[in-house]
């Protein structure tokens, strides 16, 4: 699935307040689709369980992740494995997520690997 893919189904996350896990992995997305599920997945505030591993975000996927992440302080489980974010990308979804309450007690699985910070 190209960037296509990912900016149909973008409309239809984002009208999904109520969501809590969201697996969209190996679907090989680049930057622009990325950016578009990035900044949809922003109304998915409830979200427990984030799977985005294998596609190619790059910076301006880790942007508009790093945004939605913030919103989000029921995450407990993010995999970003081979995401192509950049060390700067993985910087900024760090960073978005450090300020969400009760982020350090209750995050129970982060997965950064491979690519996620290579640059």
């Known amino acids: ?3 296509g893919g990912a900016k149909s189904i973008g409309p239809l996350v984002a009208q999904c307040p109520l969501l809590e896990d969201f697996r ?4 090989r ?3 622009a689709g990325g950016v578009v599920l990035g900044e949809a997945l922003g109304n ?3 979200l427990k369980r984030l799977n ?3 596609n190619t975000y790059n910076m301006g996927g880790a942007t508009a992740l790093a945004a939605s992440l913030a919103k989000m302080p029921e995450m407990e489980w993010l995999n970003l494995c ?3 974010l950049t060390e ?3 910087v900024l979804v760090m960073r978005a997520t450090a300020g969400m309450a009760g982020w350090a007690h209750a995050f129970s699985r ?3 690997h491979t690519d996620a910070t290579r640059g």
């Open 24 to 27: 969209f992995s190996t679907t």
């Open 110 to 112: 982060l997965r950064f």
């Open 88 to 90: 700067d990308g993985a």
């Open 82 to 84: 081979d995401t192509g």
């Open 44 to 46: 998915c505030t409830r």
């Open 52 to 54: 985005l591993s294998d």
């Open 29 to 31: 997305v680049p930057e």
């Open 1 to 3: 699935m190209l960037q």
